[in-house]
């Protein structure tokens, strides 16, 4: 199992920054790939980035490319993601995910199978 929780979300007027955080607790952390998500309103939930379990491979979905990193600290257990440039369609819960054991990095939604709790953005105009 793993238990993950979110920090880091608020409000925030266009074109300011967060940096939200995942704190994660369990199975082997450094062996596992990481995303975050997010769900808008009256939104599917969409993965936006993702890393995998060194920290050397990243994606970017395209709304959020160029205007955001994701990254890891193996030794402190945690997943950050930095946004910048932020805007109204931003706004949504953002989830941070873990993949199934032995999934070192995925870009498939359907192989994370451990979530948090959620820390809500909003972004006003």
């Known amino acids: 199992q793993v238990h993950l929780v979110e920090s880091g979300g608020g409000l925030v007027q266009t074109g300011g920054s967060l940096r939200l955080s995942c704190a994660a607790s369990g199975r082997a952390f450094s062996n596992t790939g990481m995303a975050w998500f997010r769900q808008g309103p009256g939104k599917e939930r969409e993965l936006i980035a993702a890393i995998s379990f060194s920290g050397s491979t990243t994606y970017y979905e395209n709304s959020v490319k160029g205007r955001s990193t994701i990254s890891r600290d193996n030794t402190k257990n945690m997943v950050y993601l930095q946004m910048n440039s932020l805007k109204p369609d931003d706004t949504a819960v953002y989830y941070c995910?873990?993949?199934?054991?032995?999934?070192?990095?995925?870009?498939?939604?359907?192989?994370?199978?451990?979530w948090g709790q959620g820390t809500q953005v909003t972004v006003s105009s």
């Open positions: 995910a873990a993949a199934r054991a032995g999934t070192y990095y995925t870009t498939a939604g359907s192989e994370y199978d451990y």
